[in-house]
């Protein structure tokens, strides 16, 4: 068997649950196990590493480089066990089962919990096998021994750092990010650049991390294993010496906490607004569903983006220059304190129906995402055809088992049911009583996009139940997350919202605005059920977008087969402060005093010291580039970063010219100076580039030759 570092996305419900959302649509009605709870269950431990530790990559799925995701179904039970396991989507046998062995051995979960009682509750779960990192599958990045340098390493740089000439001569500072393996005899190998820092220091930070004195390995029940560690180097010329910042121990940033991160804005609304379609693609018909994970830090801020799943370039590069620009969250909490949490986050570019998109011929419009003119459906009684045909197991009637099993299938062109597949589980024998019967139906009419057949996902509820009479019983508890007519408001909900919405005076004072996020169920009679909010602001909002659902007047209820039931709904409920004359006035010179100041002319600065890169001008390379810094408290400049580049030697040029800039006014937030960031635009062209700096420059240069 070979270990392989698996890493487990949960998927947050504050980015991911709404009405029509299927991905959690199998039934939640076998007795009483919840789809949802006030208090949901959650692991006691860190999950992340139980899967790391535990997870071993199957034999056959290594040789034949399979890798993917299993999809996992569980319950936690009243007392947080784990039982009824089951694969929700599969890879391989091989992998399912170590999948299913995995989660079934975990341990105990805290319970989700019902009106102050312990209740079952299911739950799902992703687990991925990644061949990534397979040839180097024995190295680990978390050990609960971590590997320790024997010696002083400040002492060490100290003694051992070369400021490189090229880099001291252009003024180059920054910090070198390493990535290597401390090996079971302290010795370090397998060196890699995380980072790229110009003028020779990449390889002055690469012979220091090589003739470093032996480490302490990493351990693993007592025995030296092989781990991966990550260390920047940092050069900086106003010490006049290197210094290495505390390790990035990669393992303390969690893919679970107590509290997950929230974003205190309207994620939906900022994703539609920031993502620019790039041409190429538009024109080229592309779409795709890029996955990007990122890791929320302390302060809110968002850092280490990269795309765990994306088909085009193009398209990775447009998600993750949304991601990088996203405003701060609110950062996750582990016992009550801010921490790194990683975070994912689908970006999804659908182009619009007018759009021609290059679909292949036998493409399958998903229920997820997709948005054919009309969806396939069944011209017969579907209910007739199922109550007429499933056979009720011996085995399921002898152990009482009873539920409704949803099957999902492929309606092709020709309106023929393919690719059937349960999406949850009773036992054996009505799972494979369930698609025996939905293999077998009649074909159905097919879906239509502009005016053709299409290939298109469906779904059908398969019923197992003893009698008429246990089947309603179990029905009236049934709460779908998805029906074939959702409910629908019969009046303008917007404007419902707006006349009942009060804001919290809590809310004014703290100046909290936001979104509330608020699920409840409608009823077969169109009545409000059961409201919660799932992603609050907190400042009395949450109670407040409560009560306004709560008071709303009866819906048109959704229907299954032609009858009224109960359906999971999810509304976001915005506060925003309206403010007085006074107001305005106030926090308008409040915003002006935070913004830091220059106190010097900077076009004049920038035309004294630029230095155009001597690549860039042979290559005639022009452009902008872009600089995000910090204005400390003391009006120094801090925290300099590239944001967008040209590069050519441009981006370096552009961050030295920042990070050398005169102080400025710091900002100002209560009367007190603040730590602000700036973003600064460096223009170069090849038409301006008679600076002062650059003929200095080229002075220098001919009196060189000379």
């Given at each position: 068997?070979?270990?392989l570092l698996?890493?487990?996305?949960?998927?947050?419900?504050s980015?991911?649950?709404?009405?029509?959302?299927?991905?959690?649509?199998?039934?939640?009605?076998?007795?009483?196990?919840?789809?949802?709870?006030?208090q949901?269950?959650?692991?006691?431990y860190?999950?992340?590493?139980?899967?790391?530790?535990h997870l071993?990559?199957?034999?056959?799925?290594?040789?034949y480089?399979?890798?993917?995701?299993?999809?996992?179904?569980?319950?936690?039970?009243?007392?947080?066990?784990?039982?009824?396991?089951?694969?929700?989507r599969?890879?391989?046998?091989?992998?399912?089962?170590?999948?299913?062995?995995?989660?079934?051995?975990?341990?105990?979960?805290?319970?989700?919990?019902?009106?102050?009682?312990?209740?079952?509750v299911?739950?799902?779960?992703p687990?991925s096998?990644?061949?990534?990192?397979?040839?180097?599958?024995?190295?680990?990045?978390?050990v609960?021994?971590?590997?320790?340098?024997?010696?002083?390493?400040?002492?060490?740089?100290?003694?051992?750092?070369?400021?490189?000439?090229?880099a001291?001569?252009?003024?180059i500072?920054?910090?070198?990010?390493?990535?290597?393996v401390?090996?079971?005899?302290?010795?370090?190998?397998?060196?890699?650049?995380?980072?790229?820092?110009?003028?020779?220091?990449?390889?002055?930070?690469?012979?220091?991390?090589?003739?470093?004195?032996?480490?302490?390995?990493?351990?693993?029940?007592?025995?030296?294993?092989?781990?991966?560690?990550?260390?920047?180097?940092?050069?900086?010329?106003?010490?006049?010496?290197?210094?290495?910042?505390?390790?990035?121990?990669?393992?303390?940033?969690?893919?679970?906490?107590?509290?997950?991160?929230?974003?205190?804005?309207?994620?939906?609304?900022?994703?539609?607004?920031?993502?620019?379609?790039p041409?190429?693609?538009?024109?080229?018909?592309?779409?795709?569903?890029?996955?990007?994970?990122?890791?929320?830090?302390?302060?809110g801020?968002?850092?280490?983006?990269?795309?765990?799943?994306?088909?085009?370039?193009?398209?990775?590069?447009?998600?993750l220059?949304?991601?990088?620009?996203?405003?701060p969250?609110?950062?996750?909490?582990?016992?009550?304190?801010?921490?790194k949490?990683?975070?994912?986050l689908?970006?999804?570019?659908?182009?619009?129906r007018?759009?021609?998109?290059?679909?292949?011929?036998?493409?399958?419009?998903?229920?997820?995402?997709?948005?054919?003119?009309?969806?396939?459906?069944?011209?017969?009684d579907?209910?007739?055809?199922?109550?007429?045909?499933?056979?009720?197991?011996?085995?399921?009637?002898?152990?009482?088992?009873?539920?409704?099993?949803?099957?999902?299938?492929?309606?092709?062109?020709?309106?023929?049911?393919?690719?059937?597949?349960?999406?949850?589980?009773?036992?054996?024998?009505?799972?494979?009583?369930?698609?025996?019967?939905?293999?077998?139906?009649?074909?159905?009419?097919?879906?239509f996009?502009?005016?053709?057949?299409?290939n298109?996902?469906?779904l059908?509820?398969?019923?197992?139940?003893?009698?008429?009479?246990a089947?309603?019983?179990?029905?009236?508890?049934?709460?779908?997350?998805?029906?074939?007519?959702?409910?629908?408001?019969?009046?303008d909900?917007?404007?419902?919202?707006?006349?009942?919405?009060?804001?919290?005076?809590?809310?004014?004072?703290?100046?909290?605005?936001?979104?509330?996020?608020?699920?409840?169920?409608?009823?077969?009679?169109?009545?409000?059920?059961?409201?919660?909010?799932?992603?609050?602001?907190?400042?009395?909002?949450?109670?407040?977008?409560?009560r306004?659902?709560?008071?709303?007047?009866?819906?048109?209820?959704?229907?299954?087969?032609?009858?009224?039931?109960?359906?999971?709904?999810?509304?976001?409920?915005?506060?925003?402060?309206?403010?007085?004359?006074?107001?305005?006035?106030?926090?308008?010179?409040?915003?002006?005093?935070?913004?830091?100041?220059?106190?010097?002319?900077?076009?004049?600065y920038?035309?004294?010291?630029?230095?155009?890169?001597?690549?860039?001008?042979?290559n005639?390379?022009?452009?902008?580039?872009?600089?995000?810094?910090?204005?400390?408290?003391?009006?120094?400049?801090?925290?300099?970063?590239?944001?967008?580049?040209?590069?050519?030697?441009?981006?370096?040029?552009a961050?030295?010219?920042?990070?050398?800039?005169?102080?400025?006014t710091?900002?100002?937030?209560?009367?007190?100076?603040?730590?602000?960031?700036?973003?600064?635009?460096?223009?170069?062209?090849?038409?301006?580039?008679?600076?002062?700096?650059?003929?200095r420059?080229?002075?220098?240069?001919?009196?060189?030759?000379?």
């Amino acid at each position: 068997m070979k270990w392989l570092l698996v890493i487990v996305v949960f998927i947050t419900n504050s980015l991911v649950i709404s009405a029509q959302n299927l991905n959690t649509n199998d039934t939640s009605f076998r007795g009483q196990i919840y789809k949802f709870t006030e208090q949901m269950p959650k692991p006691g431990y860190d999950i992340h590493r139980y899967l790391k530790e535990h997870l071993k990559y199957p034999d056959s799925a290594y040789k034949y480089g399979l890798q993917g995701r299993v999809i996992l179904t569980f319950i936690v039970n009243e007392d947080g066990n784990i039982s009824n396991c089951a694969v929700e989507r599969g890879l391989s046998s091989d992998c399912d089962e170590e999948a299913i062995r995995v989660i079934r051995n975990m341990p105990k979960w805290k319970p989700g919990q019902k009106d102050g009682a312990a209740v079952k509750v299911w739950e799902m779960l992703p687990v991925s096998f990644d061949l990534t990192s397979v040839a180097t599958a024995e190295v680990y990045d978390y050990v609960p021994e971590l590997p320790a340098l024997g010696c002083n390493f400040d002492k060490y740089l100290a003694d051992n750092l070369y400021y490189p000439d090229s880099a001291r001569e252009n003024n180059i500072n920054g910090q070198v990010f390493l990535r290597f393996v401390v090996n079971e005899d302290g010795s370090v190998g397998n060196m890699m650049l995380l980072s790229d820092v110009k003028g020779g220091c990449n390889k002055e930070a690469l012979r220091l991390i090589k003739n470093m004195p032996p480490w302490n390995p990493g351990k693993i029940n007592g025995k030296p294993v092989k781990v991966w560690f990550n260390l920047p180097v940092t050069f900086d010329l106003k010490n006049g010496s290197g210094a290495v910042n505390k390790e990035m121990d990669i393992s303390a940033i969690k893919s679970h906490n107590e509290q997950m991160p929230i974003p205190p804005y309207d994620i939906d609304m900022y994703l539609r607004n920031s993502i620019h379609y790039p041409d190429s693609a538009r024109e080229n018909g592309l779409t795709d569903r890029v996955i990007v994970r990122f890791v929320i830090n302390e302060n809110g801020s968002i850092s280490d983006c990269t795309v765990k799943r994306g088909v085009y370039s193009i398209l990775n590069e447009e998600a993750l220059s949304v991601v990088k620009r996203m405003p701060p969250f609110v950062p996750g909490m582990q016992d009550g304190k801010p921490v790194k949490t990683y975070f994912t986050l689908p970006i999804v570019f659908n182009l619009e129906r007018t759009t021609i998109c290059k679909k292949p011929d036998n493409y399958i419009y998903s229920l997820n995402f997709d948005h054919p003119d009309s969806w396939p459906k069944a011209e017969y009684d579907v209910v007739k055809y199922l109550a007429e045909n499933v056979k009720y197991p011996t085995t399921a009637k002898l152990k009482n088992i009873e539920g409704e099993i949803l099957v999902g299938f492929v309606v092709n062109k020709d309106g023929i049911i393919t690719e059937c597949e349960n999406k949850n589980h009773l036992d054996r024998a009505c799972d494979s009583e369930a698609l025996r019967v939905a293999e077998s139906m009649p074909a159905w009419k097919p879906g239509f996009l502009k005016k053709k057949p299409v290939n298109a996902e469906a779904l059908v509820v398969i019923p197992f139940y003893p009698s008429e009479e246990a089947k309603q019983r179990a029905q009236s508890k049934i709460v779908y997350h998805y029906v074939d007519q959702m409910p629908a408001a019969g009046y303008d909900i917007n404007q419902y919202v707006e006349v009942h919405r009060k804001y919290p005076d809590s809310a004014k004072r703290k100046g909290i605005t936001g979104r509330v996020l608020v699920k409840f169920i409608v009823t077969e009679t169109g009545a409000i059920d059961s409201v919660v909010a799932i992603r609050g602001i907190g400042g009395g909002c949450d109670e407040e977008a409560i009560r306004v659902i709560k008071n709303m007047p009866n819906w048109n209820p959704g229907k299954q087969n032609g009858k009224p039931v109960k359906v999971f709904y999810t509304l976001s409920i915005p506060f925003s402060r309206t403010l007085s004359n006074e107001e305005i006035v106030a926090e308008t010179k409040a915003m002006k005093a935070a913004i830091p100041k220059r106190t010097y002319d900077f076009l004049k600065y920038v035309a004294d010291s630029l230095h155009y890169p001597d690549y860039a001008r042979i290559n005639n390379k022009e452009g902008k580039v872009l600089i995000k810094f910090a204005v400390d408290e003391d009006g120094l400049i801090s925290d300099c970063t590239v944001t967008e580049g040209i590069g050519y030697g441009c981006d370096e040029e552009a961050l030295r010219l920042v990070q050398n800039m005169p102080p400025w006014t710091p900002g100002k937030k209560d009367g007190k100076n603040t730590r602000t960031y700036f973003t600064q635009s460096i223009q170069f062209s090849l038409d301006s580039s008679n600076h002062k700096g650059e003929k200095r420059r080229k002075n220098k240069n001919e009196n060189s030759d000379e």
